[in-house]
């Protein structure tokens, strides 16, 4: 069975016959944008060698300092192998996305119908924002009954305002308006997390505001990084079918991004980033020590990286009973039906109106 990789080691990573191997180095890595910095590996090789064989690999997330060459690209390209590369803070910084192989081009001509078409367009900006905001809705439901005083009254107060918000979604006329609504909800749900974190969490990590680059401290700098996994994942299930990753419908579409993981990835992220974010806090598994400051900057230190990506990927693995398909699947193959559910929609608008993931357990 395929599973995605995630490699904090630095060394060379390389085709070793039909498998992978990671010849390691050992010693301190450098930051990336060191002014000093001439390409050169920042550790010498220690003789460590790690091997795994193709087969088991669905994608590459490089957290260390990796050199890799054209042969190794070509390979992964030939495998349909998709490597997400994390720079010296953990901040996502490039994906290496293998010649698509599952193309269409009649559903692409259709996604670029749906993205110049204003109201069909609109249509689907609609559906991310009211998933989105339903899911939230569902984390702040699932805490309320648990605070009191002043904290339940707030969250209550943030409560008829997301469901007064999602039900005038209908009325938005548009993209820009619709945005508005979910930032303003987004940062009234923020002010909340002290309240679900508890009084002691709260008082070691406070969250005073939403702040990206850098992140300010580090609640900031949890939320950023979960946020970079969710992306990057949302882009490896898009991968395996024909969406064309580009068009997007609630972002813009620009150069050099995959603005569609983006729409996707705000349904998923009240589920697979926050709960994570909460659920490490409160058991103190990441706690004051796992981060670091730099250049004004808050960032999760390389163990606390290695702790968050663990639980995530033990998350992404956790299954639900999907009532519509009357069977488990995991967290991580809910994306990809969302995927498929899109296609529908742009396949047949009238008989599949997309209609985003609502957490219903």
């Known amino acids: 069975?395929?599973?995605?990789?995630?490699?904090?080691?630095?060394?060379?990573?390389?085709?070793?016959?039909?498998?992978?191997?990671?010849?390691?180095?050992?010693?301190?890595?450098?930051?990336?944008?060191?002014?000093?910095?001439?390409?050169?590996?920042?550790?010498?090789?220690?003789?460590?060698?790690?091997?795994?064989?193709?087969?088991?690999?669905?994608?590459?997330?490089?957290?260390?300092?990796?050199?890799?060459?054209?042969?190794?690209?070509?390979?992964?390209?030939?495998?349909?192998?998709?490597?997400?590369?994390?720079?010296?803070?953990?901040?996502?910084?490039?994906?290496?996305?293998?010649?698509?192989?599952?193309?269409?081009?009649?559903?692409?001509?259709?996604?670029?119908?749906?993205?110049?078409?204003?109201?069909?367009?609109?249509?689907?900006?609609?559906?991310?924002?009211?998933?989105?905001?339903?899911?939230?809705?569902?984390?702040?439901?699932?805490y309320q009954p648990r605070l009191e005083g002043d904290a339940q009254q707030e969250t209550q107060a943030t409560l008829q305002a997301l469901v007064r918000d999602r039900g005038a979604l209908p009325l938005t006329t548009d993209i820009f308006t619709l945005m508005a609504v979910e930032g303003r909800i987004r940062d009234r749900y923020y002010k909340l997390w002290p309240h679900f974190l508890g009084k002691e969490v709260a008082s070691k990590f406070p969250m005073n505001k939403r702040e990206r680059r850098p992140p300010s401290n580090e609640l900031n700098a949890l939320i950023s990084f979960g946020n970079s996994l969710c992306y990057s994942t949302v882009v490896r299930q898009i991968y395996r079918t024909a969406l064309d990753p580009t068009i997007a419908f609630l972002h813009e579409p620009g150069d050099r991004r995959f603005s569609l993981s983006l729409d996707i990835a705000e349904i998923f992220k009240p589920l697979l980033v926050d709960r994570a974010i909460f659920r490490l806090l409160k058991t103190g598994e990441i706690n004051s020590k796992h981060f670091e400051k730099h250049l004004g900057g808050c960032y999760l230190s390389d163990a606390g990286r290695k702790i968050f990506v663990q639980h995530w990927?033990?998350?992404?693995?956790?299954?639900?009973?999907?009532?519509?398909?009357?069977?488990?699947?995991?967290?991580?193959?809910?994306?990809?039906?969302?995927?498929?559910?899109?296609?529908?929609h742009l396949s047949d608008p009238a008989g599949n109106t997309y209609q985003g993931l609502h957490m219903w357990w």
């Open 1 to 142: 069975m395929k599973r995605p990789y995630y490699l904090f080691s630095s060394g060379r990573l390389k085709r070793q016959h039909n498998t992978l191997a990671l010849e390691k180095t050992s010693g301190e890595r450098l930051p990336d944008d060191s002014p000093e910095d001439e390409g050169v590996p920042s550790s010498l090789p220690d003789g460590g060698r790690t091997q795994f064989p193709i087969e088991s690999v669905d994608s590459l997330f490089l957290f260390g300092e990796i050199d890799i060459n054209s042969k190794l690209i070509t390979f992964l390209g030939q495998q349909g192998v998709p490597a997400f590369f994390f720079d010296y803070y953990g901040n996502y910084s490039a994906t290496l996305y293998p010649r698509e192989n599952l193309l269409s081009g009649r559903l692409r001509i259709q996604q670029a119908h749906h993205y110049l078409s204003p109201k069909r367009r609109l249509t689907l900006a609609k559906a991310f924002v009211e998933a989105a905001l339903f899911n939230i809705e569902r984390v702040i439901k699932y």
């Open 313 to 344: 990927d033990e998350r992404l693995s956790k299954t639900v009973h999907h009532r519509a398909l009357d069977k488990k699947v995991s967290y991580e193959r809910l994306i990809r039906l969302e995927c498929y559910k899109l296609i529908r």
